[in-house]
């Protein structure tokens, strides 16, 4: 919009911030699947081209592969961090919390997108400390809540919740098709949660291997959000 001197006005119409807003998102959901196929290495060209923006468009909203990544892993665990705190607010049976986070932690993909950016990212980085510490507490609070309910094994772990995200959100070898292979991630998940629920713990031996806690998994440096990339988050 121009002023009467000619001059394009510093303030963009309504119509633009919603177009940048969108060209934005576009770019890092295709960011966030470029870099599960192909590592954070990806040409910005493939990442461009599945956003279907120009590689104009995308380098006036992020300057260098530095900035794409972190904004990646930034918008991952805040949606994870909405679904966590959702399913925590409207479940009134916290192992359906649970579940319904899981399931919503695969549609998003943060187990597989996270790993992808490794040593890519700082965890130094204040911002995104914050934003795991975000992601996990409702999550941490579910499991307490579905175990304290009876609904939920007592003997598992937040790793278990975590790595099991972390196994099921891998894109299958092969040829499956990427909707197949979500199709399957979900119904591995069901008989993953079947298995997870509190009477199946009387009529079952117990579980073998170490059950990992938040703070054993960072003291390994393999806490999800660090290393596995939040399974939970």
Do not use: W
């Not at 196994?167 to 990427?178: C, K, Q």
Request: aromatic share 4%; proline share 7%; glycine share 6%.
């Amino acid at each position: 919009m121009s002023n009467i001197n000619g001059r394009f006005s510093s303030k963009s119409s309504p119509a633009l911030r919603a177009d940048a807003r969108r060209n934005r998102r576009q770019v890092l959901a295709a960011a966030a699947q470029v870099f599960v196929e192909q590592g954070a290495d990806a040409p910005l060209d493939d990442i461009a081209r599945r956003a279907g923006v120009g590689i104009a468009t995308l380098y006036r909203r992020f300057p260098d592969r530095g900035a794409l990544v972190r904004a990646v892993a930034l918008d991952v665990l805040a949606r994870t961090a909405h679904e966590a705190r959702s399913a925590e607010a409207e479940e009134a049976d916290p192992f359906n919390g649970l579940a319904r986070y899981m399931h919503r932690a695969l549609d998003l993909r943060i187990s597989a997108v996270m790993p992808a950016l490794l040593g890519h990212i700082s965890f130094e980085d204040e911002e995104l400390t914050v934003a795991r510490q975000q992601a996990v507490e409702p999550v941490l609070r579910l499991i307490d809540a579905a175990q304290a309910a009876g609904r939920l094994r007592s003997d598992v772990a937040f790793g278990d919740i975590g790595v099991l995200l972390v196994r099921l959100s891998r894109p299958l070898p092969g040829a499956f098709p990427p909707e197949l292979d979500v199709r399957l991630a979900h119904r591995h998940l069901e008989l993953v949660l079947t298995a997870l629920e509190a009477h199946v713990q009387s009529t079952t031996a117990p579980l073998s291997g170490p059950a990992l806690t938040l703070a054993e998994l960072q003291s390994l440096g393999a806490d999800p959000p660090r290393a596995a990339g939040p399974g939970v988050p």
